[in-house]
């Protein structure tokens, strides 16, 4: 890791500063035309290697076949568009894909969960080092390919994790093979073929919610039960909103200050610069999740099982965005549940309510490592954490004292403006790549506002704690 020094720092690096909103670009670079190519797809694929079948000698890849033509095609898809998009990187998504179903087995049951973490997050946080070592030490910048990797990774460490829980929960059961034919190699790979086609399959490889195994398997057994109308004018819908939010994003581009001015301002008029400069990150988010969510409406994964379609409603779709809630709401507690929703669930269950002391502490520690614990994450999320607990507190110490309407009116805009700020600096701290432009965000004014939350949060504590250490009067 760099030493930080009083120099100024290098092209790259301060290239990096300038354009960290461009960032995250490359781990959110998706392929919007794939939902509508999957049943043309699997026609291809099934009618090419459907002349295997007659043969009495059977290679592993053959028992792919015979098993499952659906699974088989969703892996060999996902097989190619992974090698098109990363190139030499793809055997980084691989080796984990394959390893991790293999630790899944041989684990069992009882302690699948346990292994099969220990075993994605090792090999997560190796690449993620790789990616330090390779921005701070050797001061290059990363490869395009090498960052969507990355994020294709973790994508990898949901789902893994995912269907490790639902098998340690009894959710999902490791199948058997249904026929005793052939040796030990063959068993396993009729068994791992839908763990294999889930965490490679090509609607869900590059991004979008998380969608469960039993999710995944239903709609592979039953495609003509999620296709309908109503499916592709949603999708229709997400696409023409992601166009229109990319638009917006690009209009709001040119009133965002760069990113030095946003970060080091020493007056008040840094406020705009702070919030406008996040509204350009969320915008470029949202455009994204809405692209994802148009991929998996058309690919028919998006509506819950057993949804009736026919109400022509948004009721029952998994969605990751749900812009009005995120910007009109005056609580942090409210726009953490609602960024980026099937992320939040995910990281509630594995972490959150699975942690017997301090667990929001623990959930937003481990979403900073998981992310991959650059300097900014790590200042980030744990200051979204304390202003989290924080809004807990104030919001039920103050929002009974406002009685009369006006008051209430008065109560929800400043705090609706403080949530906005407080998110804005967020956003930007979780940008920040090196230690030098954190401590010229922290040292702005821009710290201000969460300066605030912390002040009463403390407050609020040592309020709580005196009252219950106060004594109690016995009754006569």
Known sequence: MKKPSGKAENPAEEARGKNASESIYSSSTRLASLGGVDGVTNEILHSTFCGFHNQSALTPFQCFIKAGPTYTCLLVSGFFLACSAMRSYVLLVLIPAFGSVAVIYSAGPQQAHKWAFSFQMTWQTLCH?????????????????????????????????SLALDIHERKVRMGSSSTSEGGPLRQYLLRALPFYSYLLAFPTLLGGPLCSFNRFQTWVRNPDASCSKHSLWAAMQKGLGALVLTLLKNIVR???????????????????????????????????????????????????????????????????????????????????????????????????????????????????????????????????????????????????????????????????????????????????????????????????????????????????????????????
């Not at 990616?131 to 949901?158: D, G, H, N, P, W």
């Not at 080091?264 to 350009?280: E, K, Q, V, Y």
Request: glycine share 6%; proline share 4%.
């Open 129 to 161: 080092l790789g990616l330090q070592y390779k921005e701070y030490y050797l001061e290059e910048a990363a490869c395009i390919r090498f960052s969507m990797t990355l994020s294709v990774l973790m994508l990898m460490t949901q789902k893994v994790t």
């Open 254 to 476: 040119g009133y965002a200050s760069p990113l030095d001015e946003a970060i080091g301002c020493r007056h008040l008029g840094c406020i705009p610069r702070l919030w406008t400069s996040a509204l350009f990150l969320r915008l470029t988010y949202y455009s994204h999740w809405m692209l994802d969510e148009s991929v998996f409406l058309a690919a028919g994964l998006g509506l819950e099982l057993g949804h009736d379609r026919q109400g022509g409603t948004a009721n029952g779709v998994l969605l990751d965005t749900d812009i009005w809630t995120l910007e009109t709401t005056n609580r942090i507690s409210v726009f953490t549940r609602s960024w980026n929703k099937s992320t939040a669930q995910w990281l509630r269950r594995l972490v959150f309510q699975r942690r017997g002391s301090h667990p929001l502490l623990a959930t937003f520690a481990f979403s900073a490592w998981w992310h991959g614990l650059h300097p900014g994450q790590a200042f980030g999320f744990l200051c979204w954490a304390a202003m989290l607990e924080a809004d807990y507190r104030i919001h039920r110490f103050f929002q009974p004292l406002a009685k009369s309407q006006p008051w209430r009116w008065v109560y929800q805009t400043l705090t609706w403006c403080q949530t906005q700020l407080i998110v804005a600096y967020i956003m930007l701290a979780i940008e920040m790549r090196s230690l030098t432009t954190l401590w010229r965000l922290c040292s702005s004014y821009n710290s201000f506002f969460p300066l605030v939350y912390v002040i009463l949060l403390l407050l609020l504590a040592k309020r709580r704690a005196s009252s219950h250490t106060a004594p109690q009067i016995p009754c006569s």
